[in-house]
């Protein structure tokens, strides 16, 4: 049986067994189990089922940050853990951080704890997601984090930054163009997309290429993050926009 613990709830996989949910809740030391069958629409807001409890709210650690959210109400992928950890560290003293698609705070938060940025605007569609993302602002004491409700089309280009996330992997080309208008001078994208493993050194860039208006992309890195689907990457790439 495959799962993930978040918080003080299990999450089973697809395929879970028929088991006695008590015994498992009391193994694993959880209030709740669920199934989240998908996550669904561009506020990423799960389809799931209750297979023991009721209780969905939960706070999750992770690398030293605290999270709240609720998992019938937001996604949380556990993947990405280290990713945002290495965001965090890669984030230099005193700059803007604009985390478009910011949800509650995957990788606002651990900017905010590990890193010194001048400012974070954190950006989030989904009022559910932007209402755990202030609480997760309080709840990790940090004072650098704007956050915004609002769609990412509209609000990024109200602000420059030196630093881009676009965190999001199902149509985030669309915002790439509005994300790199909005980037200073040398300013660092970095750019989710799931993509064929054939087409992983080619598209991704290609696409930054297309919506950066003449301006020079230099590729920094090309992350994988983990496997998406038989034969796709959910990879991130680093890029500068000079």
């Known amino acids: 049986m495959k799962y993930k613990k978040i918080g003080d709830i299990l999450i089973l996989d697809n395929s879970y067994?028929?088991?006695d949910f008590e015994s498992l809740s009391k193994k694993h030391h959880v209030k709740t189990i669920m199934k989240i069958n998908h996550i669904q629409g561009t506020r990423r807001e799960p389809v799931y089922k209750i297979l023991y409890g009721s209780e969905t709210e939960t706070?999750?650690?992770?690398?030293?940050?605290?999270f709240k959210l609720d998992l019938a109400k937001v996604m949380w992928s556990k993947g990405n853990n280290n990713e945002r950890l290495r965001i965090a560290k890669l984030v230099e003293d005193d700059e803007t951080v604009i985390d478009m698609f910011a949800g509650i705070g995957y990788f606002s938060i651990?900017?905010?704890?590990?890193a010194n940025a001048k400012e974070v605007i954190s950006i989030e569609i989904n009022p559910n997601s932007y209402e755990f993302l202030c609480e997760n602002i309080k709840l990790n004491k940090l004072n650098n984090?704007?956050?915004?409700?609002?769609?990412?089309?509209?609000?990024?280009?109200?602000f420059k930054a030196d630093?881009?996330?676009?965190?999001y992997v199902k149509t985030t080309h669309h915002y790439l163009n509005v994300a790199i208008n909005s980037l200073n001078e040398g300013g660092i994208l970095h750019y989710?997309?799931?993509?064929?493993e054939k087409l992983m050194d080619t598209r991704p860039l290609d696409r930054i290429i297309s919506q950066a208006n003449g301006r020079d992309v230099e590729l920094l890195k090309i992350n994988k993050i983990k496997?998406?689907?038989p034969g796709v990457e959910h990879i991130v790439v680093d890029a500068r926009i000079n």
Do not use: F, W
Request: charged fraction near 25%; include cysteine.
């Open 145 to 158: 984090i704007t956050p915004i409700l609002g769609d990412c089309k509209i609000e990024t280009p109200k």
């Open 192 to 196: 989710h997309e799931t993509v064929p």
């Open 110 to 114: 651990p900017i905010g704890v590990h």
């Open 227 to 229: 496997k998406y689907a």
């Open 17 to 19: 067994p028929k088991e």
């Open 163 to 167: 630093r881009i996330i676009m965190g």
């Open 59 to 66: 706070i999750n650690k992770e690398n030293g940050c605290l």
